[in-house]
């Protein structure tokens, strides 16, 4: 099955950037969006962030607002995070998922660890 796929991944200490790449999968002619989520351990999946893939206009957890963005290249099919002011409570294993018309695809993720 068809996967988008992320990378970028890594460790760094608190205060730190990371910046997060997914190339899209499948059909791209058809995203409606792509988004990021990420999973901490012992905790559920959450929403990060999303892009509509057309008009560019993004939408982010309150606790990333002001640090992460969001952006895409639609040329490349390639969305991107970037994350500043990263603190230990952003560690999770962060997932891209994209959202078709009618198909959605998750990747497989890439851990992120900041460390205080």
């Not at 990378?7 to 988004?35: H, K, P």
């Not at 206009?57 to 640090?67: A, E």
């Not at 390639?78 to 998750?106: F, G, H, K």
């Amino acid at each position: 099955q068809a996967q988008s796929v992320e990378s970028g991944g890594g460790s760094v200490q608190a205060g730190g950037s990371l910046r997060l790449s997914c190339v899209a999968s499948g059909r791209t002619f058809n995203i409606d969006y792509m988004a990021w989520y990420r999973q901490a351990p012992g905790k559920e999946r959450e929403f990060v962030g999303r892009i509509i893939w057309r008009g560019g206009s993004t939408y982010y957890r309150d606790s990333v607002k002001g640090r992460f963005t969001i952006s895409r290249d639609n040329a490349k099919n390639e969305v991107y995070l970037q994350m500043n002011s990263l603190q230990p409570e952003d560690t999770a294993i962060y997932y891209c998922y994209q959202r078709n018309s009618n198909s959605e695809y998750w990747g497989r993720g890439t851990q992120v660890t900041v460390s205080s």
